[in-house]
Each structure stands twice: as structure tokens, then as C-alpha cells.
């Protein structure tokens, strides 16, 4: 039998790795329906309060979000400095809440993001005066409703009061919001009053409308962008808000930020994307101060932009959710993000690993036949002495290491393989052996014959002549 030679093992490894390639694949599937399940079908949003935009924006977001089965708890709160409150403190329940720029300081951000800018909110500086006033440090000395403590108006209005050195040591800086700020000057009981908010803001439309109120249109509008990052210089031009009633009369310059949906960083994906379809719809328009399509956006106001937010934002809602109803799409997505693995990986690796199993087997095995090989080309072509014991002691020692190999039953027939062919060479070094015996056996008969054939020659030879005249002795 040639040793160039070896049976090929059995082919069962293949069924086994492809056992093993469904079995993934059935994992993907069990691992995407748990993966859909781990979608919160309910979050809580912040808003403010209920005279409020961000609780009329809270209600727009809580039917729309109905509709694919997530289920929006408003949380109404006393404005946005009490929203980033509750967002930083993960304890609180809140996922989602509208938040301005300025309200957060940049020491305070910790995990928390942007997912979308959604509006302007313009600064509004109501004031009950005969005289125009164009600046805020004409404010000085006066009563100045200017927010409460919870409310955004009183964080953003801060450090600008502060730059204009008005500070409540100087002025007598009163915490009323909304529509009680507006009723206070009305009555006179503030001389002005700051309100943060779109035009339809209940408190700033009626203050609009009110001929005793003036709005104050801010000289140095350029420069507060340029000295604080999160604020926008917005222009309202004359007769934007009615036409007929001439309002405004002249065109007013005015200061504003950015209203955002703020979220820590690990709101789960599918909810992003919703939030962000919803704003889409919702704060896509054209406006008094919003070009149509400006938003919702994710250009930076004063927080990190969420990267799922920004991607999003680029690329829009994927093919399956563009068709699909939201909990089979998001499936969907799960599946083909645990299959692509398994495609690309797992399955061809079911073709690569059973040969390199079986290589890794067969070599066990197949480092010994490059040696027997060696020893049989020795014994069959070796002349002159024949180291006949070292060739059984180096059989004895590969037979052995044989012995030793441990391999599945389905490449048993190999070893046993091996075994035979070192059988059939310690035959051949048996033959050998056999042979040179033989040979030295017919040599000693020869020698023998030879000695004998020599005396025998040496006996038959003649007697020699004595010369004459001698006697040889007797």
C-alpha cells in the first residue's frame, strides 16, 4: 500500500456546522424580537406650564406618538430651567424634554443632548412708558417681571441683565411668567416685562395686540450673537403679525434662541426617530420667524448633538419605516442588524472551519506519515549493513506516538490507517532482516565448503622424490 495516500475522513463535520449556521440564524431572529421588545412603548415628556407652548407642543407630541403605540406622559413643570432639572437626575422618569438655549450651563450638561432645534423663540421686552426705550439698561432702576425660578426666561435673561448691569441690587426684579408677567403690566404693576416664546404664545399674542404696551426693538440686536453663542438676532418686519392693524408699525429688532428637544444620551433609537418624525411634522412650516423646511434641525445651539439624532436628521426614516407601521419595522431593523453578522460572517465561516477542524485532525496524523514515509524509502532502498535495530526502534517509537493520538470517532479509520502502513513497513524491515540472514547463512557454508574443498585439494596432492642416494625417513 503507497503512502502518498491517505482515505479522506467522513463528511458529518458539514451537517454539524450547518446545524450550527440555522441555529444562529434562529438566535438572530429570537435576538431581534428582544431586542424590539426592549423598545419603551412609553415616555415621559417635560413640558411647562399650562398657559404655556411647550404644553400645547406636549399634546401635539402625545397624539402623534399614539399612533404608532407609544405612549406620551406629559409631565408639566414650571419651565425649562426645571426640565433640564429633571432630565440631569435620571431618577426623575423624565426621557424627553423642551428646553431653550441658555438654560443649560455648560458645567452642568453631563449626558445630555440635543435631538432637534424646533423653533425661535424671540425675547420679547414688553414696557408701559411714554418714552421709546431702545436699550436694555434703560431698564435700570425700574420693576422688571423677568421670570421665575423654574422658568427659562429667568436663565436666559440672566446674563444679559448682568452684561447691561442690571442686577437686583439696582432693580426690583419680580419672578412672574407668562400670562401673570403680562397682567402685572397691564395694571401697571411692573413697569416691563420679559417674555420668551413663539408669536402664538397665548402671553406674547396678547400683548401684540394691546395699544397700551410697547415692544421694545434693541438697538444693539447685532451684537448679543456675537458675544453669546446661543442667541439668534430675528427681525420682525412692519405688519408681520396683522396687517390690518398695522402691528408692528415699524420693524422691530429683537434677540431670541433656539426651543430644542433635549434627552440624555441613551434614549433608545426607534424613540428618537419618532420624536423627530413628529417635530418634522409639526415644526416643518413656514412661520413668522422660520423659513419653511428651516426646521427641525440639528445645528448646535448650546448642547452635544445626539448622534442617532444627526443621522437621522441626514438621511431620514429608513425604507421600512417609510412603509411599515413602527413596531414591524423596527423589527425589521433588529433582524437585518443580527443577520448581517450571521451572513457575512457565521455562514461562511460554516465552510472555512469544518476544513480547518479537519485539517487541524489530520495533521495530528499526517506528521507522522512524512516520517514513516522516510523510513520505508530507507529500509527499501538502503545497501550494505542494515541498521535493522534502529529502524524497529524508530517503528516502536512512531507506532507508539500513533497510539496517542486522540481524534473524533469519525477519523478513526485514519488513525487505524496509520497503524496498518507502520505494520506494513515493520514487514518489510522483517523481510530485510529475513534476507540479510539468509545471505550470511549461505556465506557460512560457503566458507565451510571452501575449507573443506582446500584440505581435501591439499591431501590428494603427490608424494615428493627423495634425491637419490637419501632415504626419506619413515
Known amino acids: ?12 463535520e458539514n451537517a454539524r456546522w450547518t446545524l450550527l449556521a440555522v441555529a444562529c440564524v434562529a438566535v438572530a431572529f429570537l435576538g431581534a424580537w428582544f431586542l424590539q421588545s426592549a423598545i419603551p412603548r412609553h415616555i415621559v415628556l417635560a413640558s411647562g406650564l399650562r398657559d404655556g407652548t411647550y404644553h400645547q407642543y406636549a399634546q401635539r407630541y402625545k397624539e402623534i406618538l399614539a399612533r404608532e403605540g407609544v405612549t406620551v406622559e406629559e409631565r408639566m413643570t414650571g419651565g425649562a430651567d426645571e426640565n433640564e432639572r429633571l432630565l440631569r437626575n435620571p431618577k426623575s422618569g423624565v426621557d424627553v424634554a423642551f428646553v431653550h438655549g441658555g438654560v443649560v450651563r455648560p458645567d452642568d450638561r453631563g449626558s445630555l443632548v440635543m435631538l432637534a432645534a424646533l423653533y425661535y423663540e424671540p425675547l420679547w421686552i414688553f414696557y408701559r412708558d411714554s418714552v421709546v426705550r431702545e436699550q436694555f439698561d434703560e431698564l435700570r432702576y425700574k420693576r422688571i417681571a423677568v421670570g421665575s425660578a423654574d422658568s427659562g426666561v429667568r436663565a436666559f435673561m440672566e446674563p444679559l441683565l448682568a452684561a447691561n448691569g442690571i442686577t437686583r441690587f439696582n432693580t426690583d426684579l419680580v419672578p412672574l411668567v407668562n400670562l401673570e408677567a403680562l397682567r402685572a403690566l397691564q395694571a401697571g404693576q ?17 400683548a401684540l395686540h394691546d395699544p397700551d404696551l410697547k415692544l421694545m426693538s434693541l438697538a444693539r440686536a447685532e451684537a448679543y450673537p456675537r458675544r453669546v453663542p446661543y442667541i439668534t438676532k430675528l427681525t420682525l418686519p412692519p405688519g408681520t403679525i396683522d396687517l390690518e392693524q398695522h402691528i408692528p408699525q415699524q420693524e422691530v429688532k429683537l434677540i431670541g434662541t433656539k426651543a430644542m428637544l433635549v434627552s440624555r444620551d441613551d434614549l433608545s433609537p426607534p424613540i428618537i426617530n419618532l420624536l423627530l418624525e413628529a417635530a418634522r411634522e409639526l415644526h416643518g412650516k413656514q412661520s413668522y420667524f422660520e423659513r419653511d423646511d428651516e426646521f427641525p434641525n440639528t445645528t448646535a445651539v448650546d448642547l ?27 423589527y425589521l431593523e433588529r433582524l437585518i442588524m443580527l443577520l448581517v453578522p450571521v451572513l457575512f460572517v457565521i455562514v461562511p465561516l460554516t465552510n472555512v472551519l469544518p476544513r480547518l477542524f479537519r485539517w487541524r485532525i489530520r495533521s495530528r496524523i499526517y506528521r507522522w506519515y512524512g516520517e514513516l514515509a ?28 500513533a497510539t496517542r493520538i486522540r481524534a473524533p470517532l469519525s477519523y478513526a479509520s485514519e488513525a487505524y490507517t496509520l497503524r496498518e502502513h507502520i505494520g506494513l513497513v515493520r514487514q518489510t524491515v522483517m523481510a530485510r532482516a529475513q534476507g540479510v540472514a539468509a545471505h550470511a ?34
Do not use: C
Open 1 to 12: 500500500m503507497q503512502l502518498d495516500e491517505v482515505p479522506a475522513g467522513p463528511r458529518q
Open 190 to 206: 411692573v413697569d416691563a416685562a420679559f417674555l420668551v416664546g413663539p408669536v402664538q404664545f397665548p402671553a406674547v399674542w396678547q
Open 304 to 330: 452635544p448633538v445626539s448622534t442617532d439624532a444627526d443621522r437621522h436628521h441626514r438621511f431620514g426614516p429608513s425604507v421600512l419605516h417609510r412603509y411599515l407601521p413602527f413596531t414591524i419595522a423596527a
Open 374 to 401: 522516510l523510513l520505508e524509502r530507507d529500509v527499501r532502498s538502503r545497501t550494505g549493513p542494515l541498521p535493522i535495530e534502529q529502524w524497529l526502534v524508530d517503528l516502536g517509537r512512531i507506532e507508539q506516538a
Open 441 to 474: 547463512d549461505v556465506e557460512a557454508v560457503d566458507a565451510a565448503t571452501g575449507s573443506v574443498r582446500n584440505d581435501l585439494q591439499a591431501r590428494a596432492a603427490p608424494t615428493p622424490q627423495a634425491p637419490s642416494g637419501l632415504k626419506m625417513p619413515s
